[in-house]
């Protein structure tokens, strides 16, 4: 069977939830996430830099990061295992501003997502899982930031019933200590 890289691009201006290419046969699969050829052929231009991966467990949560300089865009997928992915749209001048979209991302559905420059990032571990990033631009830790996953002006419906409530729910020190949206405003806008 072949599946072929279907691009649907978001009601977040520059947000794309891609289908990868698959190719299965009775060894396995063959899949491709990215070749740039063939994303610009579909007007997306992802200048890779850096590739990395994330090991979690069931019922972790990466909040909403995002990096204030040298911003990244990425391309996101989840290589096994099972995520609720959440971009949230951070350009002051976007009509969506403020606007979040979740997605299911698994190891079987061979979805992705581009996520653009300006936007938050975050998601809840279903599943053991290993994530994959593209980014765009490199890493940079004196950059890092992030607003908190719980964060009422934003207000992400984080599916925690399919991790067993929210006492099943692991955060990392820093995960925990993240500011609200409102202080992000007064900081950066």
Same mark, same amino acid.
């Given at each position: ?35 740039? !050829? ?8 992802? @200048?890779?830099?850096? $590739? ?16 204030? $300089? =040298? ?20 350009? !002051? ?22 996520? !653009?420059?300006?936007?938050? =990032?975050?998601?809840? $571990? ?29 207000? $992400?419906?984080?599916?925690? @019933? ?28």
């Amino acid at each position: 069977m072949i599946q072929k890289f279907e691009f649907e691009k978001l009601d977040l201006d520059g947000a794309y939830q891609i289908t990868t290419f698959k190719s299965t046969d009775v060894r396995g699969a063959f899949i491709k996430d990215y070749s740039q !050829p063939l994303f610009e052929a579909n007007e997306i231009h992802h @200048d890779l830099k850096e $590739v990395f991966y994330t090991v979690s467990k069931k019922g972790v949560i990466r909040a909403l990061h995002f990096q204030r $300089v =040298h911003e990244q865009a990425k391309l996101v997928r989840c290589v096994s295992g099972k995520i609720y992915d959440v971009i949230v749209d951070l350009r !002051p001048e976007s009509k969506t501003f403020m606007q979040w979209r979740g997605f299911y991302l698994t190891g079987e559905n061979c979805r992705e997502l581009l996520v !653009p420059e300006l936007f938050a =990032h975050g998601y809840l $571990v279903l599943e053991d899982s290993i994530v994959s990033y593209k980014c765009a631009e490199n890493f940079y830790g004196e950059y890092d930031d992030g607003i908190m996953w719980n964060d009422p002006d934003i207000d $992400v419906k984080w599916p925690l @019933d399919e991790v067993g409530g929210m006492d099943n729910v692991i955060f990392a020190d820093k995960d925990k200590n993240l500011q609200s949206f409102a202080e992000y405003k007064r900081k950066y806008l």
